[in-house]
């Protein structure tokens, strides 16, 4: 009887990477429809019109690069970059800040580099920089969310956002604009903020108003990721960890009232959607456990950091890159030792 050469690892399950993908994108849905309800319709059209753009630049990627088109579609990579990016956007961002946004994301970040598992930077995270620093006005533009004027504030319909997003539909309005409250944090820290009616405003139960049950929605998606096995809780806690202990540091410690309080920090900004969606990353983040603990703990310092002494109020995505340039470092040294090294050396030390 022969025997069956087999190779290496031998256990497995169902599933591809399309599947994970489409995972993720379903997880995303308690934040979008709090995006919708909170922000308006302005973040729904975003993730759509993000989403076609994707798969339009993958479409065109992979026919310069001789691919067929069908195969690497089915992955939905490409439509989950898209979908990161749209909600990242401020929910009235113009259709071609998108457009850049997506184009550079897929076209430059993900097939210049080899396409999906060649990558070194987060793709969503690289296009959201961009239009960042290109386009500052537009991408710091956010609408004051429900209910933020007692009652006073309506947000707009569907025809007025759409005519703002793609301006040919009608004549827009100049702009919509309100500071988010870690940048309101940052203007005024400490007794400020509580003395301030005006800003006080922008502020809801224990976060920012608004965010804060966004940030919850990307929460409930992130555990449920986590509860599937999509990806371990290594990196989204090592993230979380970070900024809870750094924040009550500076606040019970130090005394120091610049460095807004945990909570805050928690449902603010984009804390869960890039904790739960964007360090988990499997081409970009560390591979071994330990290095993924290591990964978050360093990009929950960094964003830490820079939104309480750095120029951007958020700094996920900043905090994201940084660390996709120590990925290396740290996959080479917390690799774990191949079985049965720990006792190879054992028995030489004796000898």
Known sequence: MSLMNVSSPH?????????????????????????????GWGSLINVVWAALLAIFFEAV???????????????????????????????????????????F???????????????????????YVVLLISFPVEMTSWVAPRDVMAGQQE????????TQIFPFFGQPVDGYTMATALDLYKQHPGEIVQQSEQVQLAFGLWGAKGSEWVN????????????????????????????????????GLLGMQVAAPPLLHLFSGATMLGAFFIITDPVTSAVSLKG???????????????????????????????MNFAVPFLDYYTQPRSFGKAALYAKRDKG
């Open 105 to 127: 994301a897929i076209v430059i970040a993900k097939h210049f580099f080899g396409g999906l598992g060649h990558n070194p930077f987060n793709p969503a995270m690289v296009g």
């Open 216 to 251: 919850l929605g990307y929460l409930v998606g992130g555990l449920f990721l986590v509860y599937r096995r999509v990806f371990t809780w290594h990196a989204p806690a090592g993230m979380l960890g970070a900024i809870i202990l750094l924040s009550l540091l500076c606040n």
């Open 61 to 103: 990627s992979l026919v310069i690069r001789g691919r067929k088109i069908t195969f690497y579609l089915r992955d939905y990579s490409a439509v989950l970059t898209g979908v990161l990016l749209g909600l990242a956007l401020p929910p009235l961002a113009p259709w071609w800040v998108t457009l850049v946004g997506v184009g």
């Open 11 to 39: 256990l497995s399950q169902p599933g591809d990477a399309g599947s994970m993908m489409r995972l993720v994108l379903f997880a995303t849905l308690p934040g979008l429809l709090a995006l919708t309800y909170w922000f």
């Open 292 to 322: 993924r603990l290591l990964y978050g703990l360093a990009i929950g310092s960094l964003v830490f950091v820079i939104r309480t002494w750095g120029n951007y109020p958020d700094a996920v995505a900043f905090s994201v890159l940084l």
């Open 155 to 162: 947000l707009l319909g569907f025809g007025t956002t759409m």
